[in-house]
């Protein structure tokens, strides 16, 4: 059951412009559920090498993850994702390029991807309890079918995938 964030009334299922929205039983407030942001890198940490960390914690428990976490209001994407790397892997990054946006139908988050390489020596480690360990993976070495989310499968394959030559 959900609640109306503006009175507290229990939420009916409607159909508003051919999708299912919570309108409030009480007060009749609608309620959007809004897309979340999140920003995310893909580290290289040597070359051809990056950085995964196993997640501790759900959705995705035991599971591999590039660096990343939502943006909070006050700051940028790109803020995000440099301070999501050093909180999840403990490196501190420069971002150089935009892998890729990655969002899903069923999914109520948007991910922003980067290629990121680090400032200066720091090795991959966990930092935060959110993760049992990171390091560093070569392409053939990614679990590609331990992997926690479609966005971190499809950035990776996005980073990896030759580049054309025109
Ligand atoms: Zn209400």
Redesign the pocket.
């Known amino acids: 059951m959900e609640y109306?964030r503006?009175?507290?009334?229990p939420l009916d299922t409607v159909q508003i412009l051919a999708k299912p929205r919570g309108r409030?039983s009480?007060?009749g407030?609608v309620e959007y559920r809004d897309l979340a942001v999140a920003a995310a890198t893909v580290t290289e940490v040597a070359a051809g090498q990056v950085v995964l960390a196993r997640r501790a914690i759900r959705p995705g428990y035991g599971l591999w993850v590039i660096p990343g976490g939502f943006v909070e209001a006050g700051e940028t994407v790109a803020t995000a994702a440099i301070r999501e790397t050093a909180e999840e892997v403990g490196i501190r990054v420069r971002l150089v390029r935009l892998v890729g946006v990655y969002s899903y139908p069923r999914s109520r988050v948007a991910v922003v991807v980067y290629h990121a390489i680090p400032e200066g020596p720091d090795a991959p480690a966990p930092q935060d309890g959110e993760s049992f360990e990171a390091r560093g993976f070569h392409q053939g070495e990614v679990p590609w079918d331990d992997l926690a989310f479609d966005s971190t499968r499809d950035a990776l394959r996005d980073f990896f995938a030759p580049v054309s030559p025109d």
């Open positions: 109306c503006r009175c507290g009334g409030c009480r007060c407030h």
